[in-house]
Structure formats: C-alpha cells, structure tokens
C-alpha cells in the first residue's frame, strides 16, 4: 500500500520561506518519479516541481523557477520542497505525487498522491 504524506505548510509572511516534506511509505522515492503540485481555489491543480529518478534531474514550474527547489533524501525516503521568497500568489494546497511519467509537468501521469498540506502566504 501507497502512501505519501505531506507536511511542513503553514502560515508564513511573504518573502518568507517553508520546507514541504512528502515521507513516503510502499514506494521507493529513489526508484519513482516524484512531483509537487499546487491547487488554489477555482484554480485547476499547477505543475510545481518534479525530480526524475533515472537522471535525477529536476524541473520547476515557470511560477516557481528561482525560487522553489525539489529534492530527495533516499535514507529517509522522503521528497522535500523547498519555497523561497514565498508570494502570496504561492497560496494553495500543495501536493506530492509518484508514478512513471513521461514529462512529469502534468498530475494525470501520476499514480500517487498525498492528501496535501495548506501553504498560505500572507501580504
């Protein structure tokens, strides 16, 4: 059984900074995809962040990019997200996700989710 937890959101000032983590249990994060998507209310689920587990590499959605950082710790089998210089725009439920993707930019390719945790950011 699958399952991915996420933790660490809260609320925080903008300009602040937060560490998402994603502790996954019956799924090894160094052997599958792994994603961070946001969901703001009346907004359809947006690309944050993804790691490969083939090459390691890493993408940030264009909203993010300079400022959020995904990684993996493989010993403690848990993804994290790091938010700098956080926005109020940055506001929303943030959520981890695993699978085998091709792009990893779209959530209909996982298989995985977490429940998500709140992220808000105040002005």
């Known amino acids: 059984q699958v399952s991915l937890v996420e933790s660490g959101g809260g609320l925080v000032q903008a300009g602040g900074s937060l560490r998402l983590s994603c502790a996954a249990s019956g799924l090894t994060v160094r052997f599958y995809d792994m994603g961070w998507f946001r969901q703001a209310p009346g907004k359809e689920r947006e690309f944050v962040g993804a790691i490969r587990w083939r090459n390691d590499n890493t993408y940030a959605g264009d909203s993010v990019k300079g400022r959020f950082t995904i990684s993996r710790d493989t010993l403690k089998n848990t993804v994290y997200l790091q938010m700098n210089s956080l926005k109020p725009e940055d506001t929303a439920v943030y959520y981890c996700?695993?699978?085998?993707?091709?792009?990893?930019?779209?959530?209909?390719?996982?298989?995985?989710w977490g429940q998500g945790t709140q992220v808000t950011v105040s002005s």
């Open positions: 996700a695993g699978g085998n993707v091709a792009t990893g930019t779209t959530a209909r390719e996982y298989d995985y």
